[in-house]
């Protein structure tokens, strides 16, 4: 299976920040690489796909980058309804994978 | 815009079959190019993806879990559904079905399955 490695588990920012996750491949994925949002309680909520391709409707303070085995998300200006876990997750190879999760909390 | 919601048993006995069912309105299951899939979370952890079925029947399944699943489809009640064999309490989470086109951008509410005697 190909491991995916997010950094910082948790994070704690104020409203207006800029946060970067980062969400590592353990091995070449090329662009096959998601992000999810999850609110407690709730079903994942897919952000961006392929890297970096913003879903319908997604705001667009949200953005991802990166190919091959390194990849960033970066909320631009952090919002109190973004406090949520974010997960990264590979589709190169089965089994899909996701990454262990980002818990973002306000400051 | 399609919709996904589970339905199942809410506590199973240990080595008992889990069963879960996935019911998608909005759209027919037969059409367009998507893989039917399961996906669970334990409690305060991260998403494991469990195995898909496509269109056409033909499925996949995570390693991890291949010996004791299967996922099928009836496409008359445009359903697909989950077995797990042999449960035990590693296997209580939420479970979550979900559409799959390259990423899954279609999920039910997920359903908690508790494995207890």
């Known amino acids: 299976d190909i491991q995916m490695t997010q950094s910082p588990s948790s994070l704690s920012a104020s409203v207006g920040d800029r946060v970067t996750i980062t969400c590592q491949a353990s091995q070449d994925i090329s662009n096959y690489l998601n992000w999810y949002q999850q609110k407690p309680g709730k079903a994942p909520k897919l952000l961006i796909y392929d890297a970096s391709n913003l879903e319908t409707g997604v705001p667009s303070r949200f953005s991802g980058s990166g190919s091959g085995t390194d990849f960033t998300f970066t909320i631009s200006s952090l919002q109190p309804e973004d406090i949520a876990t974010y997960y990264c997750q590979q589709y190169d190879n089965l089994p899909p994978t996701f990454g262990q999760g980002t818990k973002l909390e306000i400051k | 815009q399609v919709q996904l919601q589970e339905s199942g048993p809410g506590l199973v006995k240990p080595s008992q079959t889990l069963s879960l069912t996935c019911t998608v309105s909005g759209g027919s299951i037969s059409s367009g190019s998507y893989y039917w899939s399961w996906i669970r979370q334990p409690a305060g952890k991260g998403l494991e993806w469990i195995g898909r079925i496509y269109t056409s029947g033909s499925t996949n399944y995570n390693p991890s879990l291949k010996s004791r699943v299967t996922i099928s489809v009836d496409t008359s009640k445009n359903q697909f559904s989950l077995k797990l064999s042999s449960v035990t309490a590693a296997d209580t989470a939420v479970y979550y079905c979900?559409?799959?086109?390259?990423?899954?951008?279609?999920w039910g509410q997920g359903t908690l399955v508790t494995v207890s005697s």
């Open positions: 979900a559409r799959y086109s390259g990423s899954y951008g279609d």
